[in-house]
């Protein structure tokens, strides 16, 4: 104790000659404050020379704004700061908007029906068995979005037999809302003819009620469907899929509209009504449900986990080792 | 550019038609179309050497169209209609200048110009291929359609029909589903690997029809398979992106290839090097060495790719790069610039063959991390 006392004695004499040399004899460039064996000793260095930092960091900004300050014009310009988004890794799958090849395989896929305005959009919405009053409500609200769709409880039916069956009724998509412990936890959407099916894993649900300033229920007028950042091949078959979910024809009248938005492999998804107060203004109030999805496979042909042949399959182990790479 | 064809290592052929063309010491892709506008159902689902020099290519389209590709002039040559049965072709092969071809409903055909034989194999082919040892031989396998071995001079009834194996431990039937099969060199035997994750091995010269040897792996389906340099050990790729080396005197897994995210349409070792190319449904072509499980190329096409065939030439390093054209000096020059940049030890960057239009920057492409071990117990 005596001797902390004396320390802090000597430092805080110290900063009272100078400001520099007695900081940098109390932090000699070999010293490491985790040499210190007393605990509490350890702990009060640590302090002091985290401050030190702070004063240091606050004195080479203060010397840097100088500095440009004194410059003006011809300063350099300011670094960018480095984020998670701008460090990313370069996806060589990233689509070119000019490869024919891409385009071709994309005008000639599962979709192009849709895309190709030969089939409106039908959906068929359920939930796994016997769900629980929050998903049962989640669905409620989902089928008010998504115009044209149907909410069907589940009887304990297998879906390979469900599926013939919503082809024959001209359905076009199967979403499947998977629930565990009373709230829904995965989704599965599966284009009907033949196509792909997605399994997401489905996070932060929030209801309608939990929503915080919303507007008024939604209305029975199409919305528009933005689809943010779905930059790679993978992200553009998801987001093809989520697009044919809706019908092609936006009414604009609703001023609805539908947002996915991809980041860091995780696509948010949000229902808003805008309203434009001016030329640049734009008020907007959040409706309906909202969640996040994260992709875990995507399954070339209709639902079969077992037989099925994957396109695209998340291994957390050899795909989540980089904290910069993402796939979608 | 034409002539450059013949030094493609693999070809690979996808489901939008193209025929891919990759030279893996240069580090690039080609595509050759048939026809100037690209079609759907023109989609290659079956592929195989026209000679054995293998300076042509027989590709098997979605719409039962054969066509002849020549490696030396870099063109489609000459293309005919093989129809007959129902469904996509499964299995291409030629035997003395006539070409042999199985479609999923189980018509084999030999297309010769005089007359041609053909046979019913059974209902939901998925499988066909030729005994390199003995040309007229070959055997057929799929979904329900146990294992059979014909030969084309007879071609009434097979020379060996597989029995499937006792009932298992509840006393009920196992599902046969044969996806994929390969002669073993210097013995009768063969190799198939069925959707039910199991690989088989049956000897037609045993007096059991029975499987002799008989591995599990994984649980998904097993789509694809190939023999190994020294004929003792399997490659077979799932459809869950799993590639293993399974040993067939054992019947044990040896070590597993990784680097797959989707399912594995077609697995060729090459007969003397250590190396295995592999492609599949996540568009993209991997050369891996199997020796040390390392990933050598890995080259994005932009189709899914359903069937590859790797070229027998050795001493890859050896080839000379083309002879001066100012494209090559082009070509050359971002050679270097790409071997100057820095090189992830796994990935290779594969530029196209179009105008060299500058690609994006890679912003801050960083060293790959090491894999993140859990810590602690």
């Known amino acids: ?328 | 550019m034409a002539s450059s064809a013949r030094w493609n290592h693999v070809w690979v052929g996808s489901e939008t038609g193209i025929l891919k063309g990759v030279n893996l010491r240069r580090r690039q892709a080609t595509n050759y179309v048939a026809a100037s506008a690209l079609r759907r159902d023109e989609g290659v689902c079956a592929m195989c050497w026209g000679d054995p020099s293998e300076s042509e290519i027989l590709v098997g389209c979605l719409d039962r169209s054969v066509k002849l590709f020549s490696t030396e002039k870099g063109k489609f040559t000459e293309s005919r209609q093989c129809l007959g049965g129902e469904g996509s072709f499964c299995g291409l092969a030629v035997h003395d200048s006539s070409i042999i071809t199985c479609v999923e409903s189980g018509l084999l055909k030999v297309w010769r110009d005089a007359e041609n034989v053909e046979t019913q194999v059974g209902a939901g082919v998925c499988c066909m291929r030729q005994n390199p040892a003995q040309p007229q031989c070959v055997g057929t396998g799929g979904k329900e359609n146990a294992l059979k071995v014909w030969d084309l001079h007879q071609p009434e009834e097979p020379i060996f029909r597989a029995k499937n194996v006792r009932n298992d431990w509840l006393n009920l039937r196992v599902p046969v589903w044969e996806r994929d099969l390969q002669f073993l060199p210097g013995s009768e035997k063969i190799v198939t690997c069925t959707g039910h994750h199991q690989v088989r091995l049956y000897d037609p010269s045993s007096p059991q029809r029975r499987p002799v040897l008989e591995a599990t792996y994984g649980e998904y389906p097993l789509t694809a398979l190939s023999l190994t340099p020294a004929a003792d050990s399997v490659v077979v790729g799932s459809s869950h992106g799993d590639m293993a080396v399974i040993d067939l005197r054992q019947g044990r897994l040896v070590k597993c290839l990784k680097g797959f995210a989707g399912s594995v349409r077609s697995v060729q070792c090459h007969p003397t090097l250590p190396l295995v190319a592999s492609c599949g449904l996540d568009r993209f072509l991997r050369v891996h060495n199997i020796e040390d499980k390392r990933l050598v190329h890995k080259v994005y096409l932009k189709s899914r790719l359903n069937c590859l065939l790797l070229t027998s030439r050795e001493r890859w390093e050896d080839e000379e790069p083309e002879p001066a054209a100012p494209q090559a000096d082009v070509k050359e020059e971002e050679d270097e610039l790409w071997d100057g940049m820095e090189t992830v030890a796994t990935k290779t960057v594969l530029k196209r063959n179009m105008d060299p239009h500058v690609r994006e920057t890679q912003l801050g492409k960083r060293p790959k991390k090491q894999k993140r071990t859990s810590a602690g117990p």
């Open chain 1, 1 to 328: 104790m005596a001797s902390m006392a004396s320390a802090a004695a000597g430092s805080a004499a110290g900063p009272g000659d100078s400001a520099r040399a007695p900081d940098q004899a109390l932090f000699p460039p070999g010293f490491s404050v985790s040499e210190i064996k007393n605990k509490q000793r350890r702990h009060f260095m640590f302090v002091r020379w985290k401050q030190q930092q702070r004063k240091d960091k606050l004195a080479n900004k203060k010397k840097r704004k100088k500095e440009r300050e004194a410059l003006g014009d011809k300063a350099p310009p300011k670094p960018v700061p480095k984020t998670i988004e701008n460090q990313r890794v370069y996806d060589e799958t990233t689509v070119d908007p000019n490869d024919e090849e891409v385009a071709f395989d994309e005008s000639t896929d599962e979709f192009a029906p849709y895309f190709n305005r030969q089939t409106v959009p039908k959906i068929l919405i359920t939930t796994s068995d016997r769900p629980r009053g929050r998903t049962v409500r989640f669905c409620e609200q989902l089928s008010t979005i998504i115009p044209n769709s149907h909410v069907y409880y589940r009887r304990g039916l297998a879906l390979k037999r469900i599926i013939p069956q919503c082809i024959s009724r001209d359905f076009t998509d199967l979403i499947v809302i998977n629930e565990d412990r009373k709230i829904p936890n995965g989704l599965v959407l599966s284009h009907l003819p033949d196509g792909p099916t997605a399994h997401f894993r489905m996070s932060s649900v929030r209801l309608r009620k939990e929503i915080k300033r919303k507007g008024k229920a939604p209305t029975e007028h199409q919305p528009e469907v933005i689809l943010n950042n779905f930059t790679t091949r993978l992200g553009h078959s998801v987001g093809r899929m989520f697009a044919s979910l809706f019908p092609h024809d936006p009414q604009f009248i609703g001023r609805q509209v539908a947002t996915f938005h991809n980041q860091r492999d995780y696509i948010f998804f949000r229902f808003h009504r805008y309203i434009f107060r001016s030329e640049k203004k734009v008020g907007i109030q959040e409706l309906g449900p909202r969640f996040t999805l994260k992709l875990r496979s995507l399954q070339k042909g209709t639902f079969d986990s077992k037989f099925g042949e994957y396109e695209w399959i998340h291994k957390h182990r050899e795909m989540d080792t980089s904290r910069r790479k993402f796939h979608l």
